[in-house]
């Protein structure tokens, strides 16, 4: 039972270009969250999606950032005309429909650096 | 505005010996709390949840607690080993009317188990 998947691990991209962040949640999951961790700071919750549905986007920066969780395929999160303060890590979380509890299993992260 | 702390920020503590990590949150009306481990470059393991109605969760040699009316949670490690060297998160889950949403999470307590 493969976890949270998240791709790329890596990403570098230099000022001004777009980043596109995948999240497979783990097989029976349908409710998925983002995360950041900036360099010396706490995890900050972005955005808790659910299939085709954006439930809670408050943690979401105004303007350049975007999630969708399709009804087919992985979650995007999706960052356009990247700065050097998007440089951070970036975590995709998910639970399972149905559970009182939510408990949260969370992918490996994408790492962005914007040179 | 909820918030989480965590202390002590680091800990270093001679292999062998009992130790508790501490986690405050502002918001009584928590939905449930989940202790997790994050070792450097990693992504996050759940180690325990706690729901609302429960007070106390064990698995193996960790302990946690929770206690609402304070606004405490304790992780409590028993017999420590150098493969418990990492950083761990305390996060709290709050209930906005529409079922739990993110999390929001404590900027860890760095621990070092010495050999």
């Known amino acids: 039972n493969a976890g949270v998947m998240q791709n790329p691990r890596h990403l570098v991209r230099r000022r001004g270009q777009e980043a596109r962040l995948r999240c497979s949640p783990m097989k029976g999951h349908s409710h998925v969250y983002w995360y950041r961790q900036l360099p010396e700071e706490g995890l900050k919750f972005m955005v808790y999606l659910q299939k085709e549905n954006i439930i809670d986007e408050s943690g979401m920066p105004k303007e350049r950032f975007s999630a969708e969780f399709p009804k087919e395929g992985p979650s995007i999160l999706r960052i356009q005309q990247v700065v050097r303060g998007d440089s951070a890590a970036y975590f995709c979380?998910?639970?399972?429909?149905?559970?009182?509890?939510?408990?949260?299993?969370f992918g490996p992260g994408t790492r962005l650096t914007v040179l | 505005k909820q918030e989480v702390t965590q202390i002590p920020a680091a800990l270093s503590v001679p292999e062998g010996e009992n130790l508790v990590l501490n986690c405050s949150f502002t918001d009584s009306a928590i939905y449930n709390l989940q202790w997790f481990r994050q070792d450097p470059g990693k992504g996050l393991t759940s180690l325990l949840l706690?729901?609302?109605?429960?007070r106390e969760q064990t698995s193996g040699r960790l302990n946690a607690s929770l206690d609402k009316s304070s606004g405490r949670s304790t992780l409590y490690i028993a017999a420590s080993q150098p493969g418990d060297s990492a950083t761990y998160l305390c996060a709290a889950s709050y209930d906005s009317g529409g079922g739990a949403d993110g999390l929001t999470f404590g900027k860890g307590t760095h621990l070092i188990i010495q050999p």
């Open positions: 706690i729901q609302s109605s429960q």
């Open positions: 979380a998910s639970s399972a429909a149905g559970y009182s509890y939510n408990e949260q299993f």
